[in-house]
C-alpha cells in the first residue's frame, strides 16, 4: 500500500514511503523535539496503522489526512495499535471519532494504556485491548 502524506499544518513533508509515515510529535518543556513514528501497513482488505510517541493538536491535520488516504483504498478494517503513544491529545480522539462517523471501514482502536487509556475512558471512546 502507497501512503504520501505532506503535513502542510508544519509546512514541510515528511518521511514518503511504501510503508512509514513520520509526524513531528510536540514539543514538551525543554525536551528535544521527539518524533511519533506511524507506520502504515496491509493491504485492500485491512490496514493497520501503528503510532509510536506522542500525538497533539499540532499532529491533528496531518494525522486526519493520513487517515482520508487510508480510508480512500476503501479496507474492511482499520486498525489504530496505540500501543506505544505515550500522550493523545483530545483532538486526535476527536479526529479517531470523526473518522469512524464517515467511514465505511470498521475503524478499531487498539492496545491504549496508561494515560492514552485514562483519557480515552474520560470521554468514553471505544477500544480494544
Do not use: C, W
Request: hydrophobic share 45%.
Amino acid at each position: 500500500m502507497s501512503i504520501f502524506a505532506t503535513v502542510a499544518s508544519l509546512g514541510r513533508s515528511l518521511a514518503r514511503s511504501k510503508s512509514d509515515v513520520a509526524v513531528p510529535a510536540r514539543h514538551s518543556g525543554h525536551r528535544a523535539p521527539v518524533l511519533a513514528q506511524i507506520e502504515v501497513k496491509g493491504d485492500g482488505d485491512a490496514v493497520a496503522i501503528s503510532i509510536a510517541g506522542e500525538l497533539d493538536l499540532v499532529d491533528r491535520d496531518a494525522f486526519a489526512a493520513l487517515l482520508r488516504q487510508v480510508r480512500a483504498g476503501h479496507p474492511a478494517r482499520i486498525e489504530i495499535d496505540l500501543a506505544h503513544v505515550d500522550f493523545l491529545g483530545v483532538p486526535l480522539i476527536r479526529v479517531l471519532e470523526q473518522q469512524r462517523r464517515e467511514s465505511d471501514s470498521q475503524v478499531v482502536v487498539t492496545n491504549a494504556h496508561g494515560a492514552v487509556k485514562r483519557v480515552l475512558d474520560l470521554v468514553d471512546f471505544d477500544y480494544e485491548g
